[in-house]
């Protein structure tokens, strides 16, 4: 059962996940980040670290972002091979539509 990222990341990727994951399963493009569920060991360390609690064991996924189970592992897939695994924390995107932390 993976982790999945919702939509609070979206315009936000603060990245804190990414300098905890033990296996390097995030990939991120413009947007936001993702969760390959394919590597990811269901560790829960990423929850506690995203400061807008973007990330849910997908089991946990709140209904209204229940797409974001499949949008991750589509993600994943078309961003591998395409520059977007991401294994290091970033500066922080915090667009417009990023909420308060
Ligand atoms: Fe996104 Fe939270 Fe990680 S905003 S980049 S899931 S720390």
């Known amino acids: 059962m993976p982790y999945i990222v919702c939509e609070p990341c979206r315009d936000c990727k603060y990245t804190d996940c990414v300098a ?6 995030f990939y991120q493009d413009d947007v936001q ?3 390959d569920p394919d590597e990811c060991i269901d560790c829960d360390a990423c ?3 995203c400061p ?7 089991a946990n996924v709140p209904d209204r972002w229940a797409p ?9 897939s078309a961003l ?9 924390k970033q500066v922080p995107k915090q667009g417009p539509s990023c909420r308060p932390a």
């Open 20 to 25: 905890v994951c033990p296996c390097d399963c």
């Open 33 to 35: 980040l993702y969760i």
């Open 47 to 49: 929850v506690s670290e």
């Open 52 to 58: 807008v609690q973007a990330i849910f064991p997908e």
């Open 68 to 76: 974001y189970i499949q949008l991750n592992a589509e993600r994943v």
């Open 80 to 88: 591998k091979g395409s520059g977007g695994h991401i294994t290091d």
